[in-house]
């Protein structure tokens, strides 16, 4: 075998996931069925299990500390009981929010108190009213958490690859909101993991369809977790209000951020270009794990989707990351077209297995 080639890569798994089940979301005025569903998971472990050289092991529980590095306590402890006071406020369907603190609710005026009723709660803690909480909600997310800190340590203990299929995403998942389908940032938690377990800079590559609000903002300030970020340009695609390029990081962070929008339309070779323009930049700047936030949403028949990606597309993309010589964590994202993203995602994970082995 070439040297750093990843024979049996590991691949993470928690079947809990399931229980992350909402059924429905609120996308521009209308409600639709949830995208973000547990036919997503299955799909990706079908195909992921089809590959006998994935060896698929159950997370190992990591408890509170790693969630709280990175987290509000207050929106952790909110997570915890949010669907508990939702039923007791007498709400029949899922948690989801309707009425948002903007920053400009306050301006000029102290901060009101913090609300307590369900719904004023939900609003202050979630973004938006696509990222629905029920019953299973916050057992599948710490459970994704888990899967994504078990795929790290893999590759603290020398893999020079591992796989989280972490569902629900993580992203959008900022220090004190949730929203965007996510509850908890795996990358940021994984990230600061990383950073506390001695393993120096921690490079973030997020490849995700939507900018990964979450992650930049936790790590605004950090230049010991750098993050690069290729997506659809927010001018027309969600999260809107952030991923644009003069977002470059702050404070000690200065210059540790770094976005590259792209077009609508953007093919293998052009996103190829893209990646090799953010790959430059992201070299040097950790030493030796990057954390892979992997959306299939770039796929080009994606549905909320409107990038240009082919299977083949994904087997070039993630040998050209691995070719970069980092040993990788990559977590799951995105993804929306249910009956491709198996082989897709198994397809981005065989060409890490090409490109590692050079
Ligand atoms: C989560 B992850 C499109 C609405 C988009 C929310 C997308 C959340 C994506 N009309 N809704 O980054 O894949
Ligand atoms: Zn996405």
């Known amino acids: ?49 089809a590959e006998p050289r994935h060896r698929i092991v159950p997370p190992t529980p990591f408890g509170d500390a790693p969630l709280a590095a990175v987290h509000d306590p207050g929106l952790l402890a909110w997570l915890a009981r949010a669907w508990e006071g939702w039923v007791a406020a007498g709400h029949p369907g899922p948690l989801i929010p309707d009425t948002f603190p903007l920053t400009r609710y306050h301006a000029r005026m102290p901060e009101a108190e913090r609300p307590d009723g369900a719904i004023g709660a939900a609003g202050y803690w979630v973004f938006d009213t696509m990222s629905a909480i029920g019953a299973g909600t916050w057992p599948a997310a710490r459970a994704a958490a888990d899967v994504a800190l ?31 389908y996510c509850y908890l940032n795996n990358a940021a938690i994984v990230a600061e993991h990383l950073v506390a377990r001695g393993a120096g800079r921690v490079g973030i590559l997020d490849v995700d369809y939507h900018h990964g609000n979450g992650t930049q903002q936790i790590f605004w300030e950090r230049a010991d ?16 209000f952030s991923g644009f390029p003069g977002e470059t990081g702050g404070g000690t962070g200065a210059g540790a951020t770094r976005n590259i929008p792209l077009p609508a339309g953007t093919d293998d070779d052009a996103y190829l270009d893209a990646l090799d323009t953010g790959l430059d930049w992201l070299a040097g700047r950790h ?36 070719a970069t010589g980092a040993r990788l964590v990559i977590l799951q994202e995105g993804g929306y077209h249910v009956g491709d993203l198996g082989r897709n995602v198994a397809a981005w994970l065989d060409g890490a297995e090409l490109g590692a082995a050079g």
């Open 1 to 49: 075998m070439a040297p750093g080639t990843i024979d049996a890569m590991q691949v993470v798994h928690a079947p809990i996931h399931a229980d992350h089940d909402p059924g429905h979301e609120v996308q521009a005025g209308r409600i639709v069925p949830a995208l973000e569903i547990p036919a997503r998971a299955d799909a990706i472990l079908a195909a992921l299990r």
């Open 150 to 180: 078990t795929a790290a340590e893999a590759v603290l203990a020398g893999a020079p690859a591992a796989y989280g299929l972490c569902r629900p995403p993580g992203h959008h998942a900022a220090r004190a909101m949730a929203g965007g």
């Open 225 to 240: 977790v750098p993050y690069l970020s290729l997506h659809a340009d927010p001018h027309r695609a969600y999260p809107y």
């Open 287 to 322: 030493d030796g794990i990057v954390v892979v936030s992997l959306g299939i949403d770039t796929y080009r028949a994606d549905p909320i989707g409107d990038l240009g990606l082919t299977t083949d597309g994904y087997r070039r993309i993630g040998a050209r990351v691995a």
